[in-house]
């Protein structure tokens, strides 16, 4: 077989991903495009997980990279997902964003470069780090549920209560 496995393990030097614009236009939707290559942002409340409380881990979007744990998401009141602490510090990139007359620090992926949205020195101890970041920039993989006491059968479950 040639199945290529990639191991999940931490590797120290992060592979780049690089695409062109037109490649990034291709395969993202169009609020993804925007937030991730265009360093929007999506409005306050509206994201898929701002208000998540499901345990997981929160993949880049745009390459899937692993980026933030659930273990470190709290409800900062703002609308965003919001963590005090990314996955590895390795994960993500930070730079000075000066943009709509305010100073802040940029946060993005360090494998593909997307925008993930800003930190600020408000958060939470104990990093009292709040990384602010655009639900459309990440990726929910939920941790499989594995408090089930010995049932058998391979977790069927009836209806899917998941909006999109
Ligand atoms: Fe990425």
């Known amino acids: 077989m040639t199945s290529k496995t990639q191991p999940q393990a931490e590797s120290p030097e992060v592979e780049k991903v690089e695409k062109t614009d037109a490649e990034w236009r291709e395969t993202l939707s169009d609020d993804q495009y925007r937030v991730c290559r265009k360093h929007g942002t999506e409005p306050a ?3 898929a997980y701002w208000n998540t409380k499901t345990s997981g881990t929160y993949l880049c979007a745009c390459c899937g990279q ?3 744990s659930s273990d470190t998401k709290y409800d900062s009141g703002s ?3 919001s963590f005090w602490q990314p996955l590895d510090a390795a994960a993500v990139g930070t730079q ?3 943009s709509f007359m305010m100073t802040r620090t940029e946060v993005h992926c360090s494998r593909c470069g997307a925008h ?3 930190v600020f020195p408000d958060g939470p101890q104990p990093t009292g780090d709040r990384y602010c970041i655009n639900s459309v920039s990440l990726h929910l993989e939920p941790v499989p ?3 089930a006491d010995g049932e058998t059968g391979g977790g069927k479950k ?3 209560a998941k909006g999109s």
């Open 145 to 147: 549920d594995l408090r």
């Open 96 to 98: 000075t964003d000066r």
């Open 66 to 68: 692993a980026l933030f």
């Open 158 to 160: 009836a209806g899917e």
């Open 79 to 81: 609308g965003w997902p």
């Open 116 to 118: 993930l949205g800003h």
């Open 45 to 47: 409340f509206t994201g």
